[in-house]
């Protein structure tokens, strides 16, 4: 799951990137509106944290750009500001969800996954499909009800997979969910290594390949 965390603070964006990490979450960081917006039409995220007082440009007018641009990425705010116009401005310039700093982690990663839940039409957080059970508050995975022990970024994978069933991802996308910019170098052969492992322990119909495109769960 990648995430775009537009925050100036550097104190709170980097607590932000470890305890997220720690989640499973994929984290790219820019530290102002304009690096956020450019970041926003440049590259896919699944989710942005975003703060309202940036430099170079007003976290609304990213989120308006966004917007403006048909773009329904989840935006959650988290924001110093406290007042009702502000929390209705943020909301009405479309924003999925609003936090007032400062906040507690544990309600942050809550909301981050009610808003992703909503995103994709499900009231359950974890994620059903062909016996695979994915559960993204605690971080497990069940085939036939009987538990299966994933890395992380084995997990990562099978969640990005069982998010849309039946499209096909390629190599590039689903790397873009496992490192975010600035980590480590990518090894070329990391998802056929990843997509390997979940078969494995999944079973070999878990997964499909679509030569030259990509891989799928069956719908």
């Known amino acids: 799951m990648r995430v775009l965390l537009v925050e100036d603070d550097q104190m709170i964006a980097q607590g932000l990137q470890t305890a997220l990490r720690q989640e499973g979450y994929t984290i790219d960081w820019m530290r102002d509106g304009n690096s956020g917006t450019a970041a926003l039409r440049a590259e896919h995220f699944d989710l942005v944290l975003l703060d309202l007082g940036l430099p170079g440009r007003d976290g609304l007018e ?11 990425t989840p935006v959650l705010i988290l924001t110093a500001r406290d007042e009702l116009p502000d929390r209705v401005a943020g909301l009405d310039a479309g924003a999925d969800d609003y936090i007032v700093k400062p906040f507690d982690l544990d309600e942050v990663t809550a909301r981050m996954r009610s808003v992703l839940r909503r995103a994709a039409g499900r009231g359950d ?12 508050v605690t971080h497990s995975v069940e085939r036939d009800g009987a ?63 679509l030569r030259g495109v990509g891989y799928f769960v069956p719908a």
């Open 147 to 209: 538990p299966v022990l994933l890395s992380a970024h084995e997990f990562a994978v099978l969640e990005a997979l069982l998010q849309r069933p039946g499209a096909v991802l390629s190599r590039a996308q689903l790397e873009d969910r496992l490192y975010g910019w600035g980590e480590q170098q990518v090894e070329s052969n990391a998802v056929e290594v990843y997509i390997h492992a979940l078969r494995r322990k999944l079973g070999s119909d878990a997964i499909r390949t």
């Open 125 to 136: 957080p974890a994620i059903q499909h062909r016996g695979i059970r994915l559960d993204p």
């Open 62 to 72: 990213v989120l308006r750009d966004l917007r403006r641009r048909n773009d329904a």
